[in-house]
Protein backbone atom coordinates (compact mmCIF):
# COMPACT_ATOMS: atom_id res chain seq x y z
CA UNK A 1 0.00 0.00 0.00
CA UNK A 2 1.61 3.56 -0.66
CA UNK A 3 0.96 6.81 0.32
CA UNK A 4 -0.85 9.40 -2.22
CA UNK A 5 0.30 13.10 -3.02
CA UNK A 6 -1.37 15.46 -4.60
CA UNK A 7 0.60 18.07 -6.21
CA UNK A 8 3.93 18.17 -7.99
CA UNK A 9 5.10 22.01 -6.22
CA UNK A 10 7.16 22.26 -3.33
CA UNK A 11 5.20 21.26 -0.26
CA UNK A 12 4.12 17.92 -2.56
CA UNK A 13 7.86 17.08 -3.41
CA UNK A 14 8.79 17.76 0.39
CA UNK A 15 6.31 15.52 1.37
CA UNK A 16 7.28 12.77 -0.76
CA UNK A 17 10.78 12.68 0.48
CA UNK A 18 9.81 12.45 3.94
CA UNK A 19 7.64 9.53 3.34
CA UNK A 20 9.78 7.92 1.17
CA UNK A 21 13.20 8.06 3.00
CA UNK A 22 11.52 6.66 5.58
CA UNK A 23 11.24 3.29 3.70
CA UNK A 24 7.08 4.02 2.60
CA UNK A 25 5.89 3.86 -1.10
CA UNK A 26 4.43 6.95 -2.22
CA UNK A 27 2.39 8.22 -5.55
CA UNK A 28 3.43 11.39 -6.63
CA UNK A 29 0.22 12.43 -8.60
CA UNK A 30 1.26 15.84 -10.75
CA UNK A 31 -1.26 17.29 -13.88
CA UNK A 32 1.81 18.34 -15.36
CA UNK A 33 3.18 18.29 -18.39
CA UNK A 34 -0.25 16.95 -19.63
CA UNK A 35 -1.90 20.11 -18.38
CA UNK A 36 -1.03 23.68 -16.39
CA UNK A 37 -2.26 26.17 -14.44
CA UNK A 38 -1.99 29.90 -15.98
CA UNK A 39 0.77 30.54 -13.78
CA UNK A 40 3.18 27.50 -14.57
CA UNK A 41 5.33 26.97 -17.98
CA UNK A 42 7.87 24.53 -16.78
CA UNK A 43 7.19 20.68 -17.35
CA UNK A 44 9.38 20.13 -14.37
CA UNK A 45 8.02 18.92 -10.62
CA UNK A 46 8.93 22.18 -8.13
CA UNK A 47 8.88 24.79 -10.42
CA UNK A 48 9.33 28.34 -8.51
CA UNK A 49 6.68 30.04 -10.10
CA UNK A 50 7.10 33.70 -8.60
CA UNK A 51 10.59 34.83 -7.56
CA UNK A 52 13.83 32.98 -7.08
CA UNK A 53 14.33 34.50 -3.69
CA UNK A 54 13.37 32.49 -0.40
CA UNK A 55 13.61 35.43 1.64
CA UNK A 56 16.39 36.04 4.23
CA UNK A 57 19.28 33.58 4.37
CA UNK A 58 20.20 35.37 7.96
CA UNK A 59 19.63 32.40 10.86
CA UNK A 60 18.52 35.47 13.58
CA UNK A 61 15.57 36.18 11.15
CA UNK A 62 11.92 34.72 10.89
CA UNK A 63 12.53 33.38 7.14
CA UNK A 64 16.19 32.29 8.03
CA UNK A 65 14.99 30.51 11.15
CA UNK A 66 11.94 28.36 9.15
CA UNK A 67 14.86 27.62 6.74
CA UNK A 68 17.58 26.12 9.43
CA UNK A 69 14.50 24.30 11.52
CA UNK A 70 14.42 22.71 7.81
CA UNK A 71 17.68 21.86 7.45
CA UNK A 72 17.69 20.24 11.23
CA UNK A 73 15.03 18.18 10.19
CA UNK A 74 16.85 16.81 6.60
CA UNK A 75 14.57 18.86 3.98
CA UNK A 76 15.31 17.70 0.64
CA UNK A 77 13.93 21.29 -0.68
CA UNK A 78 17.00 22.66 1.63
CA UNK A 79 19.64 20.67 0.25
CA UNK A 80 18.71 21.59 -3.40
CA UNK A 81 18.46 25.20 -2.49
CA UNK A 82 21.55 25.29 -1.23
CA UNK A 83 23.04 23.74 -3.97
CA UNK A 84 21.70 26.27 -6.18
CA UNK A 85 21.84 29.34 -4.44
CA UNK A 86 22.84 32.78 -6.39
CA UNK A 87 24.31 35.91 -4.99
CA UNK A 88 21.82 37.47 -3.65
CA UNK A 89 23.12 40.04 -0.49
CA UNK A 90 20.80 38.96 2.74
CA UNK A 91 18.76 36.85 0.58
CA UNK A 92 19.09 33.08 -0.13
CA UNK A 93 17.85 33.30 -3.93
CA UNK A 94 18.43 30.42 -5.95
CA UNK A 95 18.94 29.32 -10.06
CA UNK A 96 15.11 28.42 -10.53
CA UNK A 97 16.17 26.02 -13.52
CA UNK A 98 18.84 24.04 -10.98
CA UNK A 99 17.15 24.15 -8.20
CA UNK A 100 13.49 22.49 -9.67
CA UNK A 101 16.18 19.85 -11.75
CA UNK A 102 18.49 19.18 -8.55
CA UNK A 103 14.47 18.54 -6.77
CA UNK A 104 13.53 16.47 -9.95
CA UNK A 105 16.34 14.42 -9.87
CA UNK A 106 15.81 13.39 -6.47
CA UNK A 107 12.50 12.79 -6.48
CA UNK A 108 12.28 10.45 -10.01
CA UNK A 109 15.08 8.44 -9.01
CA UNK A 110 13.81 7.44 -5.84
CA UNK A 111 13.20 3.86 -5.94
CA UNK A 112 10.03 4.35 -2.90
CA UNK A 113 8.44 6.95 -5.17
CA UNK A 114 6.39 6.70 -8.53
CA UNK A 115 5.61 9.82 -10.02
CA UNK A 116 2.04 9.63 -11.89
CA UNK A 117 1.23 12.57 -14.87
CA UNK A 118 -2.36 12.82 -14.47
CA UNK A 119 -4.84 15.35 -13.01
CA UNK A 120 -6.68 14.05 -10.12
CA UNK A 121 -10.57 14.46 -9.77
CA UNK A 122 -11.48 12.59 -6.96
CA UNK A 123 -9.68 11.88 -3.44
CA UNK A 124 -8.21 8.48 -3.46
CA UNK A 125 -8.35 6.41 -0.54
CA UNK A 126 -5.99 5.70 1.41
CA UNK A 127 -3.19 8.16 3.44
CA UNK A 128 -3.64 10.93 1.62
CA UNK A 129 -1.89 14.42 0.87
CA UNK A 130 -3.43 17.11 -0.85
CA UNK A 131 -0.77 19.68 -1.97
CA UNK A 132 -2.22 21.11 -5.05
CA UNK A 133 -1.52 24.89 -4.14
CA UNK A 134 -2.66 27.91 -4.81
CA UNK A 135 -4.38 27.25 -7.94
CA UNK A 136 -5.86 24.27 -7.55
CA UNK A 137 -7.31 22.82 -10.58
CA UNK A 138 -11.07 23.27 -10.86
CA UNK A 139 -12.28 19.80 -10.91
CA UNK A 140 -10.57 19.03 -8.07
CA UNK A 141 -11.47 22.93 -6.18
CA UNK A 142 -14.89 21.15 -6.85
CA UNK A 143 -14.50 18.58 -5.02
CA UNK A 144 -12.93 19.73 -2.22
CA UNK A 145 -15.67 22.12 -1.90
CA UNK A 146 -18.03 19.19 -2.02
CA UNK A 147 -16.46 17.91 1.01
CA UNK A 148 -16.03 20.56 3.29
CA UNK A 149 -18.76 23.50 2.37
CA UNK A 150 -17.74 27.14 1.55
CA UNK A 151 -14.88 26.77 4.02
CA UNK A 152 -12.69 26.94 0.40
CA UNK A 153 -11.90 30.61 -0.81
CA UNK A 154 -10.44 32.86 -2.93
CA UNK A 155 -7.66 34.85 -1.42
CA UNK A 156 -7.86 37.83 -3.30
CA UNK A 157 -6.23 41.21 -1.06
CA UNK A 158 -5.00 41.02 2.50
CA UNK A 159 -4.44 43.35 5.15
CA UNK A 160 -1.44 44.36 6.90
CA UNK A 161 -0.22 42.86 10.01
CA UNK A 162 1.28 45.10 12.90
CA UNK A 163 3.37 43.77 16.00
CA UNK A 164 0.88 44.81 19.11
CA UNK A 165 3.94 45.85 20.99
CA UNK A 166 4.44 48.59 18.38
CA UNK A 167 1.26 50.48 18.61
CA UNK A 168 1.18 53.48 20.03
CA UNK A 169 -1.45 53.21 23.20
CA UNK A 170 -0.86 56.80 23.92
CA UNK A 171 -2.57 57.75 21.04
CA UNK A 172 -4.86 54.61 20.38
CA UNK A 173 -7.22 53.20 22.57
CA UNK A 174 -9.14 49.83 22.91
CA UNK A 175 -12.79 49.89 22.56
CA UNK A 176 -15.65 48.02 20.37
CA UNK A 177 -18.42 50.28 19.04
CA UNK A 178 -21.07 50.57 21.08
CA UNK A 179 -19.20 49.15 23.88
CA UNK A 180 -20.12 45.43 22.38
CA UNK A 181 -17.70 42.74 23.18
CA UNK A 182 -15.07 42.54 25.96
CA UNK A 183 -14.43 46.37 25.46
CA UNK A 184 -10.96 44.98 24.16
CA UNK A 185 -11.36 43.65 20.90
CA UNK A 186 -10.56 46.44 18.97
CA UNK A 187 -7.67 49.15 18.64
CA UNK A 188 -8.74 51.81 17.52
CA UNK A 189 -6.74 54.66 15.59
CA UNK A 190 -8.20 58.49 15.33
CA UNK A 191 -8.08 60.73 13.34
CA UNK A 192 -8.91 64.13 13.07
CA UNK A 193 -10.37 65.86 10.51
CA UNK A 194 -6.71 67.20 8.68
CA UNK A 195 -5.59 63.93 9.38
CA UNK A 196 -7.81 62.36 7.43
CA UNK A 197 -7.38 64.65 4.57
CA UNK A 198 -3.75 64.17 4.58
CA UNK A 199 -4.49 60.27 4.80
CA UNK A 200 -6.61 60.14 2.09
CA UNK A 201 -4.62 62.16 -0.25
CA UNK A 202 -1.62 60.14 0.42
CA UNK A 203 -3.61 56.91 -0.13
CA UNK A 204 -4.73 57.36 -3.64
CA UNK A 205 -1.50 58.64 -4.78
CA UNK A 206 0.20 55.99 -3.68
CA UNK A 207 1.80 53.73 -5.80
CA UNK A 208 0.17 50.37 -6.59
CA UNK A 209 1.96 47.11 -7.51
CA UNK A 210 1.34 45.56 -10.31
CA UNK A 211 -1.35 42.67 -10.57
CA UNK A 212 -0.46 39.20 -12.63
CA UNK A 213 -2.76 38.46 -15.91
CA UNK A 214 -3.87 35.17 -14.25
CA UNK A 215 -5.33 37.55 -11.53
CA UNK A 216 -6.65 40.37 -13.44
CA UNK A 217 -9.10 37.47 -15.44
CA UNK A 218 -10.37 36.19 -12.79
CA UNK A 219 -13.56 37.76 -12.16
CA UNK A 220 -13.08 37.07 -8.19
CA UNK A 221 -10.21 39.20 -7.83
CA UNK A 222 -12.03 42.55 -6.73
CA UNK A 223 -15.39 41.41 -5.61
CA UNK A 224 -15.89 40.83 -1.91
CA UNK A 225 -12.21 42.38 -1.14
CA UNK A 226 -11.79 45.63 -2.40
CA UNK A 227 -7.98 47.31 -1.91
CA UNK A 228 -8.40 50.43 -0.07
CA UNK A 229 -6.93 52.58 -2.16
CA UNK A 230 -9.52 51.28 -5.15
CA UNK A 231 -12.42 52.15 -2.62
CA UNK A 232 -10.99 55.43 -1.64
CA UNK A 233 -10.76 56.34 -5.34
CA UNK A 234 -14.77 56.47 -5.00
CA UNK A 235 -14.65 59.21 -2.79
CA UNK A 236 -13.18 61.51 -0.50
CA UNK A 237 -15.07 59.95 2.33
CA UNK A 238 -16.36 56.99 0.89
CA UNK A 239 -13.74 55.14 3.40
CA UNK A 240 -14.87 57.08 5.79
CA UNK A 241 -18.39 55.77 5.93
CA UNK A 242 -16.64 52.49 5.24
CA UNK A 243 -13.63 50.84 7.24
CA UNK A 244 -12.71 53.87 8.45
CA UNK A 245 -16.24 54.54 10.12
CA UNK A 246 -16.09 56.22 13.59
CA UNK A 247 -19.80 55.74 14.40
CA UNK A 248 -20.01 54.08 18.19
CA UNK A 249 -16.61 54.94 19.52
CA UNK A 250 -15.97 57.48 21.71
CA UNK A 251 -11.69 58.73 21.95
CA UNK A 252 -11.06 58.24 26.14
CA UNK A 253 -8.86 61.08 25.80
CA UNK A 254 -11.33 64.04 24.25
CA UNK A 255 -14.25 62.44 25.11
CA UNK A 256 -15.75 63.13 21.65
CA UNK A 257 -16.68 60.90 18.47
CA UNK A 258 -13.23 61.00 16.02
CA UNK A 259 -13.76 62.40 12.61
CA UNK A 260 -12.33 59.24 11.41
CA UNK A 261 -10.64 55.39 12.45
CA UNK A 262 -8.32 52.74 11.77
CA UNK A 263 -9.56 49.75 13.62
CA UNK A 264 -7.09 47.05 14.65
CA UNK A 265 -8.26 43.68 15.02
CA UNK A 266 -6.47 40.47 16.99
CA UNK A 267 -4.72 38.62 14.39
CA UNK A 268 -3.90 35.89 17.12
CA UNK A 269 -4.88 34.25 19.66
CA UNK A 270 -2.01 35.18 22.19
CA UNK A 271 -2.95 39.24 20.73
CA UNK A 272 0.44 39.69 19.53
CA UNK A 273 -0.28 40.53 16.17
CA UNK A 274 -3.10 43.11 14.67
CA UNK A 275 -4.38 43.24 11.49
CA UNK A 276 -6.01 46.33 9.96
CA UNK A 277 -9.64 45.80 9.18
CA UNK A 278 -10.55 46.57 6.21
CA UNK A 279 -7.43 47.61 5.04
CA UNK A 280 -6.61 44.67 2.28
CA UNK A 281 -4.66 46.52 -0.08
CA UNK A 282 -2.07 45.84 -3.39
CA UNK A 283 -0.24 48.90 -2.84
CA UNK A 284 4.03 48.67 -2.90
CA UNK A 285 5.54 47.60 0.01
CA UNK A 286 7.33 50.79 0.63
CA UNK A 287 3.90 52.32 -0.20
CA UNK A 288 2.34 50.66 2.71
CA UNK A 289 4.88 51.61 4.87
CA UNK A 290 5.00 55.13 3.93
CA UNK A 291 0.84 55.60 3.89
CA UNK A 292 0.17 53.60 6.64
CA UNK A 293 2.41 55.04 8.88
CA UNK A 294 0.78 58.09 9.21
CA UNK A 295 -2.41 56.45 10.68
CA UNK A 296 -1.65 57.96 14.54
CA UNK A 297 -0.27 55.14 16.84
CA UNK A 298 0.79 52.99 13.40
CA UNK A 299 4.06 55.72 13.20
CA UNK A 300 6.61 52.93 14.41
CA UNK A 301 5.00 50.27 14.04
CA UNK A 302 6.42 47.03 12.72
CA UNK A 303 5.08 45.23 9.93
CA UNK A 304 5.13 41.75 10.04
CA UNK A 305 3.36 41.03 6.88
CA UNK A 306 2.38 43.55 4.50
CA UNK A 307 -1.13 43.00 2.50
CA UNK A 308 -0.77 41.74 -1.06
CA UNK A 309 -3.63 41.03 -3.60
CA UNK A 310 -3.42 37.77 -6.10
CA UNK A 311 -5.26 34.36 -6.80
CA UNK A 312 -4.87 32.22 -4.31
CA UNK A 313 -7.08 29.38 -3.32
CA UNK A 314 -7.00 28.27 0.19
CA UNK A 315 -8.99 26.17 2.99
CA UNK A 316 -10.28 27.82 6.10
CA UNK A 317 -7.71 25.73 7.95
CA UNK A 318 -8.90 26.90 11.63
CA UNK A 319 -11.78 24.94 10.95
CA UNK A 320 -10.77 21.86 9.45
CA UNK A 321 -7.26 21.25 10.24
CA UNK A 322 -5.16 19.57 12.83
CA UNK A 323 -1.77 20.86 13.84
CA UNK A 324 -0.41 18.40 12.35
CA UNK A 325 -1.94 18.65 8.82
CA UNK A 326 -4.47 16.33 9.05
CA UNK A 327 -8.25 16.83 8.53
CA UNK A 328 -10.23 16.60 12.42
CA UNK A 329 -12.68 14.47 10.48
CA UNK A 330 -10.94 12.37 8.47
CA UNK A 331 -7.30 11.63 9.87
CA UNK A 332 -5.34 9.80 6.43
CA UNK A 333 -6.40 13.08 5.03
CA UNK A 334 -3.82 15.11 4.92
CA UNK A 335 -3.32 18.74 3.01
CA UNK A 336 -0.10 20.60 3.05
CA UNK A 337 1.33 23.83 1.23
CA UNK A 338 -0.52 27.00 0.46
CA UNK A 339 -3.74 25.53 0.20
CA UNK A 340 -3.72 24.80 4.22
CA UNK A 341 -2.48 28.75 4.37
CA UNK A 342 0.95 29.03 4.80
CA UNK A 343 2.10 31.84 2.72
CA UNK A 344 5.26 31.74 1.18
CA UNK A 345 7.72 29.16 -0.82
CA UNK A 346 9.69 27.76 2.35
CA UNK A 347 6.40 28.09 4.30
CA UNK A 348 4.75 26.05 1.62
CA UNK A 349 7.65 23.13 1.78
CA UNK A 350 7.54 22.96 5.71
CA UNK A 351 4.15 22.23 5.60
CA UNK A 352 4.86 19.70 3.51
CA UNK A 353 7.67 18.26 5.50
CA UNK A 354 5.37 18.24 8.54
CA UNK A 355 2.62 16.79 6.88
CA UNK A 356 5.05 13.83 5.07
CA UNK A 357 6.19 13.02 8.32
CA UNK A 358 2.66 12.92 10.37
CA UNK A 359 1.30 10.56 6.95
CA UNK A 360 4.31 8.51 7.34
CA UNK A 361 3.38 7.55 11.05
CA UNK A 362 0.22 7.22 10.94
CA UNK A 363 1.20 4.34 8.37
CA UNK A 364 3.29 2.73 11.18
CA UNK A 365 0.50 3.35 13.88
CA UNK A 366 2.41 5.77 15.30
CA UNK A 367 0.99 8.93 16.87
CA UNK A 368 1.71 12.39 14.93
CA UNK A 369 3.66 15.71 16.26
CA UNK A 370 3.25 18.70 15.93
CA UNK A 371 7.08 20.50 16.89
CA UNK A 372 7.07 22.96 19.60
CA UNK A 373 5.39 25.80 19.57
CA UNK A 374 9.00 28.21 19.79
CA UNK A 375 9.59 26.78 16.16
CA UNK A 376 8.70 28.76 13.33
CA UNK A 377 7.49 25.38 12.13
CA UNK A 378 4.87 24.69 15.51
CA UNK A 379 4.09 28.08 15.65
CA UNK A 380 2.60 28.15 11.90
CA UNK A 381 1.17 24.94 12.36
CA UNK A 382 -0.49 26.16 15.39
CA UNK A 383 -1.59 29.31 13.70
CA UNK A 384 -3.17 27.96 11.03
CA UNK A 385 -5.33 25.29 13.03
CA UNK A 386 -5.82 27.66 16.05
CA UNK A 387 -9.54 28.00 16.18
CA UNK A 388 -9.54 31.42 18.29
CA UNK A 389 -8.70 32.92 14.26
CA UNK A 390 -12.50 33.75 13.08
CA UNK A 391 -11.04 35.69 10.26
CA UNK A 392 -8.60 33.37 8.75
CA UNK A 393 -5.82 34.61 6.35
CA UNK A 394 -2.83 33.13 4.69
CA UNK A 395 0.42 34.16 7.21
CA UNK A 396 4.45 33.61 6.60
CA UNK A 397 7.47 33.13 8.81
CA UNK A 398 7.19 35.96 11.01
CA UNK A 399 8.43 36.65 14.59
CA UNK A 400 5.08 37.49 15.53
CA UNK A 401 3.25 34.11 15.87
CA UNK A 402 6.19 32.59 17.98
CA UNK A 403 5.88 32.71 22.20
CA UNK A 404 6.98 35.82 23.62
CA UNK A 405 11.00 35.22 24.97
CA UNK A 406 11.09 35.22 28.93
CA UNK A 407 13.38 37.94 29.01
CA UNK A 408 12.70 40.47 25.91
CA UNK A 409 15.95 42.28 24.84
CA UNK A 410 15.72 45.65 23.54
CA UNK A 411 17.86 45.30 20.58
CA UNK A 412 15.90 44.45 17.59
CA UNK A 413 18.96 42.04 16.13
CA UNK A 414 19.60 40.35 19.96
CA UNK A 415 15.96 40.14 19.88
CA UNK A 416 16.02 38.20 17.04
CA UNK A 417 18.97 36.13 18.27
CA UNK A 418 17.28 35.26 21.03
CA UNK A 419 14.06 34.15 19.26
CA UNK A 420 16.00 31.71 16.92
CA UNK A 421 18.48 30.51 19.55
CA UNK A 422 15.89 29.18 21.59
CA UNK A 423 14.10 27.59 18.46
CA UNK A 424 17.17 25.98 17.58
CA UNK A 425 17.71 24.56 21.20
CA UNK A 426 13.76 23.34 21.39
CA UNK A 427 13.74 21.43 18.06
CA UNK A 428 16.93 19.82 19.10
CA UNK A 429 15.59 18.78 21.91
CA UNK A 430 12.81 17.48 20.50
CA UNK A 431 14.89 15.75 17.65
CA UNK A 432 17.20 13.50 20.01
CA UNK A 433 14.20 12.45 22.12
CA UNK A 434 13.20 10.51 18.98
CA UNK A 435 15.76 8.89 17.88
CA UNK A 436 17.09 7.92 14.24
CA UNK A 437 13.19 8.56 12.42
CA UNK A 438 13.37 12.38 12.41
CA UNK A 439 17.61 12.14 11.46
Known sequence: MSINIIGGGLAGCEAAYQVAKRGIKVNLYDMKPNKKSPAHHS?????????????????????????????????????????????????????????????????????????????????????????????TSDLLYDKIKTMFGDSLSFYDAAAPIVKFDTVDMNKAFFASRYDKGDGDDYINCPMNKEEYDNFYEALVSAERAPVHDF?????????????????????????????????????????????????????????????????????KFPEQKRVFSMIPGLENAEFVRYGVMHRNTFIDSPRILNSDYSVRENKNLFFAGQITG???????????????????????????????????????????????????????????????????????KERAKAYSDRSFAKLTEFINSRGLWWR
Not at 98 to 121: A, C, G, K, Q, R
Open 215 to 283: DVMNPKVYEGCMPIEVMAQRGHDTIRFGPMKPVGLKDPRTGHRPWAVVQLRKENSAGIMYNLVGFQTNL
Open 342 to 412: VEGYMESASSGLMAGINAAMRYIGEQTVTLPEYTMIGSLSRYISDETVSKFQPMGANLGVLPELEQRPRDK
Open 43 to 135: DKLCELVCSNSLKAARKESAAGMLKEEMRMLDSLLMKCADKSKVPAGGALAVDREIFSNLVNDEINNNPNITVINEEVTEIPDGITIIASGPL
